[in-house]
């Protein structure tokens, strides 16, 4: 059974700047895809950033330029750097964890991810 655990969230004005952490160890995987997710209020949950085993990255359309997907795999940790940030970034931010190096366009839908942590709550003010 895998733990996933999100740190990192808070409340800061638009245009600053957050650092996300998703510590995640009991996974067995060799390969395997982590990836950020987030839902806000009265919203579906959408993808964010994904990476896999190999370091391949992806971003959502509306974080491109802004958010960096990282991980350190000696700390097992995910991380995400989000720069630039926008009141409608506010959300509840998730990070997961799936079997397999390979996705594609749908990563975004998080299906197919086992692992989810509790997530972290990210707002962003005007």
């Known amino acids: 059974e895998a733990t996933i655990m999100e740190f990192g969230g808070g409340s800061v004005q638009a245009g600053e700047s957050l650092r996300l952490s998703c510590l995640a160890y009991?996974?067995?995987?060799?390969?395997?895809?982590m990836g950020w997710f987030r839902q806000a209020p009265g919203k579906q949950r959408e993808g964010v950033a994904i990476?896999?085993?190999?370091?391949?990255?992806a971003y959502a359309d509306s974080v491109t330029g802004r958010f960096t997907i990282s991980k350190d795999n000696a700390k097992a940790t995910l991380y995400l750097e989000m720069n630039s940030l926008k009141p409608e970034d506010t959300a509840m931010y998730y990070c997961?964890?799936?079997?397999?190096?390979?996705?594609?366009?749908?990563?975004?839908?998080?299906?197919?991810?086992?692992?989810w942590g509790k997530g972290t709550l990210v707002t962003i003010s005007s």
């Open positions: 990476m896999n085993t190999f370091g391949r990255t």
């Open positions: 009991g996974y067995t995987y060799n390969t395997y895809r």
């Open positions: 997961a964890i799936g079997p397999g190096a390979t996705y594609n366009g749908s990563w975004t839908t998080g299906n197919g991810m086992a692992y």
